[in-house]
């Protein structure tokens, strides 16, 4: 059974920074995309960063530059490291797997396995 488990959630003021993580099945972000996603309160899922198996990536414009994704295949997890923390990034953050066919559109519509989610809060 695939599991993904985040953490390092929290709450940060404006300008900090805090890393996600989360763990994953063996082999799976070596054959597969993954991604981050977030969803706030009120407002539809969106996509926040992905990464597919030979490690390229794509982000969201309003990330870009402050946020960066990566997988550790060794440890199995994978992180998204979010400097410049701003109050509009605040929401819940999933972590996904989905097809790497598709991975770089950022589109949740293609990733099927997801987690369980961790807040990330800023405040102003």
């Known amino acids: 059974q695939v599991q993904l488990v985040e953490s390092g959630g929290g709450s940060v003021q404006a300008g900090g920074s805090l890393t996600l993580s989360c763990a994953h099945a063996?082999?799976?972000?070596?054959?597969?995309?993954m991604g981050w996603f977030r969803q706030a309160p009120g407002k539809e899922r969106e996509g926040v960063a992905v990464?597919?198996?030979?490690?390229?990536?794509s982000y969201a414009e309003s990330v870009k530059g402050r946020f960066t994704i990566a997988k550790d295949n060794a440890k199995n997890t994978l992180a998204l490291q979010m400097n410049n923390l701003k109050p509009e990034d605040s929401a819940m953050y999933y972590c996904a797997e989905g097809s790497d066919d598709f991975c770089l559109i950022l589109d949740q519509v293609y990733f099927y396995t997801w987690g369980q989610g961790t807040q990330v809060t800023v405040s102003s």
């Open positions: 990464i597919d198996s030979d490690g390229t990536t």
């Open positions: 063996q082999d799976t972000a070596a054959r597969y995309c």
